[in-house]
């Protein structure tokens, strides 16, 4: 469809493949849904328990993020997606947060391209969502980080495996 030489420029971005890249964020949601309802619950010891309350809440504004997300797949004439990403589970406290943690640093990247992408097509309304969206997602970072007791990472360097043509 698109040019050859904007074959791979995510800039020129189509309306069919915003919503591919947002039934990806949706199964991201879905992910940290199932891995913030399992480890709440499985997260034991008094060092713990705060997080454990706050992975409570991660879930649930998770929930509201897919039920955002898929509304906004729908008017875009697709079909939402079924299937969360892989999550992965251990019984160590400190690796369920890690595992966490690197879930939303991931969530996190996207997003912020996402919304760049929806104002390049002129979805402002869905662009401000996301933002809300954004928000919740930084919070739930920094509230692992803390639990971690580590620095809030610097995901400022696009998606994972993004090779950025221009460069400061
Ligand atoms: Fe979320
Ligand atoms: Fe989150």
């Not at 915003?18 to 891995?35: G, K, V």
């Not at 997260?43 to 649930?60: C, N, P, T, V, W």
């Not at 997606?81 to 690197?102: A, G, H, Q, Y």
Request: glycine letters at 6%.
């Amino acid at each position: 469809m698109a040019g050859p030489k904007s074959a791979a420029n995510e800039n020129e971005i189509s309306r069919d493949r915003l919503a591919e890249l947002l039934n990806e964020d949706l199964s991201r949601e879905y992910q940290a849904i199932i891995a913030y309802v399992v480890y709440s619950q499985v997260l034991s010891g008094a060092e713990y328990m705060d997080i454990a309350a706050q992975l409570e809440i991660h879930a649930k504004q998770d929930l509201d993020h897919a039920l955002i997300l898929s509304r906004q797949i729908d008017y875009l004439g697709k079909m939402p997606v079924v299937t969360p990403k892989p999550v992965r589970t251990s019984k160590k406290p400190k690796d369920m947060l890690r595992f966490d943690l690197d879930n939303e640093n991931e969530t996190i990247r996207n997003y912020r391209d996402r919304i760049r992408q929806c104002e390049a097509l002129g979805e402002f309304a869905m662009a401000e969502q996301i933002r809300q969206i954004l928000m919740q997602e930084q919070d739930h970072q920094i509230d692992l980080a803390t639990a971690l007791g580590i620095e809030v990472p610097d995901v400022s360097g696009g998606p994972k495996g993004r090779t950025l043509g221009k460069r400061r």
